[in-house]
């Protein structure tokens, strides 16, 4: 996934949002956690862009890991489960064959190579991709999708991830969060009274209309009535069978 790709969708997310009444002040408003897994993440995807150091694999790998737990230390944002998910479908192909597969003739409907070169058998490598053959575990999830434009091939899991990306961005600048926040208490003290004191729990009034006879009865007690103990009072209590003779 290119930079221009990425670009793109940030694009796309602030224009919604600022359509749909949202500010870049929200922005600043904006709790993230743990920037410094964004900032790594970042760094290795431009190293593995912009160079061709060796061992672009382990970088691009230390990539996908750190952006994956940005995103899953950031789920009170809304929108980044979706981002969490795309990385999860990348890094979990990845793991799968070591490298990211490419479907050969997206090379070719994408414009990176030619037909004739990919028949000559070429080796296409780019960073740390490879090409999809009969040993590449679920190579569905590899880059499959060409995009010409721009010369490149996405995968399923960037195609989430671009989803994700311009709604984060534009639930960022309508200040939209979940209620839940993994990292802080639900409820606070204070928050709690406070909430107990303006919108208090109306007291609910029975009423019970009685309809009394000239027979009926009403006990009031001052006191609650008392309770029997555990045995029955002692005219209640059954009595022993007297020995008495039969009257003649």
């Known amino acids: 996934m290119t930079i221009p790709v990425l670009v793109l969708a940030l694009i796309i ?16 408003d904006t709790r993230i956690y743990h920037p410094e897994f964004l900032a790594s993440a970042v760094l290795c995807a431009l190293v593995v862009t912009l160079t061709n150091i060796d061992r672009q694999g382990v970088i691009a790998f230390v ?28 890094l979990f192909v990845f793991l799968l064959n070591f490298e990211t597969p490419v479907r050969p003739h997206a090379l070719v409907e994408a414009e990176i190579v030619t037909s004739e070169a990919l028949e000559g058998g070429v080796r296409y490598t780019s960073g740390h991709t490879e090409l999809a053959d009969g040993d590449t575990l679920l190579g569905f999830l590899g880059d499959t999708f060409p995009v010409r434009w721009i010369e490149q091939v996405l995968s399923i899991g960037d195609l989430i991830f ?21 990292y802080s208490q639900l409820f606070t003290a204070d928050e709690f009274t406070h909430a107990s004191a303006e919108d208090p729990e109306p007291t609910k009034a029975i009423n019970i209309d009685l309809e009394l006879t000239e027979t009926s009865q009403v006990s009031v007690y001052a006191d609650p009535p008392p309770r029997f103990p555990e045995s029955s009072p002692p005219d209640l209590q059954s009595k022993p069978d007297q020995n008495w003779t039969p009257a003649p």
């Open 162 to 182: 671009l989803v994700g990306l311009a709604n984060v961005v534009g639930n960022v600048l309508l200040n939209n969060r979940r209620r839940s926040d993994p």
């Open 63 to 90: 990539a996908l890991a750190t952006a994956f737990v940005f995103t899953v230390m950031n789920l009170h944002l809304v929108g980044m489960v979706i981002i969490s998910i795309g990385l999860a479908l990348n």
């Open 13 to 28: 997310g602030a224009i919604v949002g600022v359509i749909r009444g949202g500010t870049l002040r929200a922005i600043l």
